[in-house]
Structure formats: C-alpha cells, structure tokens
C-alpha cells in the first residue's frame, strides 16, 4: 500500500468517526477532556474531523497533489488553504467565543455575543464546504471529461 493510500484511509476513518459522532450527538461529545476540565471532548474531536476532511481529499485524488491539468494548480492551493482553515478553526472559534467549548451568550459585546456567534457558524461551514465544493468541481470534472470521450 503506498503512503497516499495509507494517510488516505487514515483519514477517511477519522473523518467517518467523527462524523458519526456529530451526526449522532454522542453523549461523548460533552465529557470534559480531562478531570475538572472546561473543555468539552467535542471540541478536540471536531477539530481532528475538520482536519481530516482537506486531508482525505488531498490524499484520495492524486490530481491535488500532482496537478494533472491546469486547473488543479489552482485547486490544489486553494485545497491547502481549506486545510489551514481548518487547522485555524480552534483559534479562531476561541478568539470568538472567549471559551473553548464554544459558547455564546446574548450579551453586550462582540467576544461571546451574538454577532460573533454568527461568525463562528459561518466560519465552521466555511471550512467544511470549501473542501467539499473543491471535490464536486474535481468530480464534474471527471464527467465531463467522461461525456466527451
């Protein structure tokens, strides 16, 4: 098995995982990460998930990593950027929140508050349906290329 296939079905576990765990609303999710601790074990657990999915992808089509046709050496950076984000999604989400379980009160102030909740959400989506609008281009792709023939 090559190295791409490995770290691949590595991360398609994780991504399955955690996904499964999300989708489900796993009791899991909400157990502190360590004894006395405040952050909830969904936080870590997300994170490694939102990690995972750039990653699967950039594993699992080769097209990403060795650009094949000139459009993919405008993806492939853009797919490395997806990756960032989501590398940057605890960061970010704690500068909003003030707190690493993510909570928001509605409360004066941008830091906890509602508009930073707003941005919060909009940048969790942001980090999962970039990846994923980059894989439904790569796989439109592929039908047309398909069609042509």
Known sequence: MTKPKFYFL???????????????????????????SSIPMGTPITWIGLISLPLCIYFGVSSFREPSRPIYKYLGPILTLSLFASVLWVPISYLLAGNLSFSFADKEGFQGGQSAMKWFWGYSYGVVILPVFLLL?????????????
């Open 10 to 36: 590595g991360c398609l576990v994780i991504l399955i995982i955690t996904a499964l765990l999300l989708i489900t609303g796993s009791s899991i999710l909400s157990l502190p990460l360590f004894d006395g």
């Open 137 to 149: 281009v790569h796989c439109i792709m592929i039908l047309v290329r398909t069609l042509k023939k």
